[in-house]
């Protein structure tokens, strides 16, 4: 197989690089829905933004549509959460799950390992294996 | 106590005997079954020394009473861990079996730790796909719709390495 063209990354094996860069939180200054959101960009924003320097966070109001927080993550995909009605700890949970997403789709992880390496101990054949013995 | 398997390996190289040893961790106080005894100094050098001299390794980890076949920069899919966050680096300290191409060291019921130095890092915390179940009864008018959407914690597998 040839090698490939780009760097194939291990996040993780040498150093690890946080996925998520920046975090957009749009509001409403006037209707109802961005209530808990004004109130969690007052209280608990500034602290977050604190423990995580790696993620970029810009606020911008959004006048006359729900509150939303936008997650853009280092693939170039982005992750919507739209957050109208939700108290500020509902809030929180959600920046959390999109601060330790990685931009991947969500998806069902069927097997325990996810791995790319050969077998260490080779394919079973039936050439190179002792016999059935009864 | 070594036991030997017979298995003959690809046609490159010649057959060689799969050697297994069992050993046991250092704080467990008595041996889990009579055959599970420590082997000497001497013999668990030799044997290591072999497992040393070979190119790449596994190891069966423990995490949280499930086994994990894992080899370096493998990604292991657990349920979610409460109190990691993403960059930690953890410790694998319970390992069932440390093996190679030829050789494998079963342990009783840990490997040694100082055979083996095993570190994951926390790279992700995602959630998966919704999973559905669905439970019926024929004819009894039953049935259910359960819906889980699961949340992991994703380890990649940063060093493994066997030590002499």
């Known amino acids: 197989m040839p090698a490939p063209l780009h760097p194939v990354l291990k996040n993780g094996v040498g150093a690890f690089i946080p996925q998520c860069r920046r975090l957009v939180f749009h509001y409403c200054e006037r209707s109802g829905s961005s209530r808990g959101m004004i109130e969690y960009l007052k209280k608990d924003l500034i602290q977050f933004a604190k423990e995580h320097p790696h993620v970029e966070v810009i606020v911008t109001p959004r006048p006359s549509k729900h509150p939303v927080i936008r997650g853009l993550y280092l693939n170039g995909k982005d992750k919507v959460v739209c957050v109208r009605n939700m108290e500020p700890t509902d809030i929180a949970g959600k920046v959390a799950l999109l601060k330790e997403s990685a931009g991947n789709r969500m998806k069902v992880f069927k097997k325990p390992v996810i791995s790319t390496t050969e077998s260490v101990r080779g394919i079973w054949s039936p050439f190179h294996a002792a016999p059935h013995k009864i | ?164």
């Open chain 2, 1 to 164: 106590m070594v036991g030997a398997a017979q298995r003959s390996n690809s046609a490159v190289t010649a057959s060689a005997v799969r050697l297994f040893s069992a050993t046991s961790t250092a704080s467990q106080a008595t041996p889990s079954s009579s055959t599970a005894s420590p082997s000497t100094s001497s013999s668990d050098d030799s044997q290591i020394s072999l497992l040393r001299n070979q190119l790449k390794y596994y190891a069966v980890a423990e995490i949280k009473n499930r086994p994990y076949l894992i080899t370096k920069n493998d990604i292991i899919v657990l349920d979610r861990l409460k109190d990691v966050q993403l960059g930690d680096v953890i410790e694998l300290n319970q390992i069932k079996e440390l093996g190679s191409k030829d050789y494998a060291i079963q342990g009783a019921p840990y490997v040694s730790s100082e055979y083996y130095s095993i570190k994951a890092t926390v790279i992700e915390q995602p959630k998966g796909k919704i999973v559905e179940t669905f439970k019926k009864k024929r004819r009894k008018h039953f049935q259910r719709r359960y819906h889980i959407k699961p949340l992991h914690t994703l380890l990649r597998v940063s060093e493994l390495e066997v030590k002499a």
